[in-house]
């Protein structure tokens, strides 16, 4: 080996070498300054000292959260393959006998919130399984290591402050306070934001228990999707057909016409039927674009999506709905 090569890659091994002692010293310091700054905004936010001298030194960064992270599947699911997996009909037949069980507790929730009972536990279903799996991990740890990681730090900064703020009010324990890897709460999987903006005390034990209260949990459901506008006199949306030729650029979520205008423009029900007469405000969606199954879509699918910005998970809920109403 030449002099000058071999004296070349020593340089870069030394620096190499003295970038890793680097990054395996800095963290811990970096960390201890990044708690520092969360207690202070705490503080400000008006948590109690005693809680966060509790809490805080406790925290610990699980490295299992950034590789869930930053490892999401990148192949894309088709609809159908996903329907597949969040509707089979073992889910269809569960909710259904969920339904008769709590009939009469859902029926009040339904009629104080003005939510049809069907959506509350769709959306109960395909959350959580129906309560079976609200996740293991510790929200305060989960939402930390996300806070302090970098990529979303804003975001998830602002999660913990209100997540820290649910433990302030005394609401649930830390230990007790258990959920997804990406912060998300109970058996309707709420970020803490959320809590605090629609979570209910429907049982009336001074506590929003959205982990163990199937009361809380429904009227949680019920109330998220009561105020973000849903119309109890509508439904959320049908498959429909298009006919042959038509010019799909002229269709998405912004395209909003009466019934009236797309039935003139030759969509049918999916059965080939007549489109209902009702002139309500509905959208055309191809959830896989040209070629896949067309969906006639009214204010509440718009409602579902303030849930989840996932045209796949609304048509999923509305779908899960429509098997529990039958």
């Known amino acids: 080996m030449k002099p000058c090569l071999s ?3 020593a ?3 030394a620096m190499v070498i003295q970038a890793r002692t680097t990054l395996e010293a800095d963290p811990n310091e970096v960390f201890e300054d990044w708690l520092f700054g969360l207690e202070s905004e705490a503080l400000e936010a ?8 509790d809490v805080l030194p406790d925290i610990e960064l699980i490295p ?11 192949g894309r699911l088709s609809f159908a393959e996903y329907l597949t997996k969040v509707v089979p009909k073992s889910r269809v037949d569960a909710g259904k006998r969920f339904m008769e069980e709590n009939r009469t507790l859902l029926a009040e929730v ?3 919130y003005l939510v049809q009972l069907r959506f509350v536990v769709a959306l109960w279903g395909i959350e959580s399984d129906f309560g079976r799996f609200t996740g293991g991990f510790s929200v305060i740890n989960s939402l930390a290591t996300l806070a302090y990681d970098g990529r ?3 975001f998830f900064r602002s999660e913990l402050i209100n997540a820290l703020k649910i433990l302030n009010l005394g609401e649930i324990t830390n230990e007790e306070m258990l959920g997804s890897w990406a912060g998300a709460m109970g ?12 979570a209910e005390d429907y049982d009336n034990d001074g506590k929003r228990d959205i982990w163990n209260s199937q009361a809380d949990v429904f009227a949680s459901i019920a109330n998220y999707l009561h105020q973000s506008g849903w119309r109890f006199d ?9 006919p042959q030729g038509f010019d799909t650029s002229a269709i998405g979520l912004k395209e909003i016409r009466p019934i009236g205008e797309w039935q003139k423009m030759g969509i049918r029900r999916n059965d080939g039927g007549e489109l209902p007469g009702r002139q309500l405000a509905a959208a055309i969606v191809l959830p896989d674009g040209d070629g896949s199954t067309a969906y006639m879509v009214y204010d509440n699918f718009r409602n579902i999506m303030k849930w989840n910005r996932s045209v796949y998970f609304a048509l999923a809920v509305g779908t899960l709905s429509d098997q529990l109403g039958k």
Do not use: A, Y
């Open 64 to 74: 299992r959260v950034i590789e869930l992270d930053r490892n999401q599947p990148e």
């Open 46 to 53: 008006g948590i109690r000292r005693d809680l966060l001298e």
């Open 11 to 13: 340089s870069i091994l």
């Open 110 to 112: 339904e009629s104080d």
């Open 152 to 154: 979303r730090s804003s």
């Open 234 to 242: 509508q439904t959320w949306g049908r498959k429909v057909r298009l």
């Open 7 to 9: 004296f070349l890659l």
């Open 187 to 198: 058996q309707c999987q709420f970020m803490p934001s959320s809590f605090h903006s629609f």
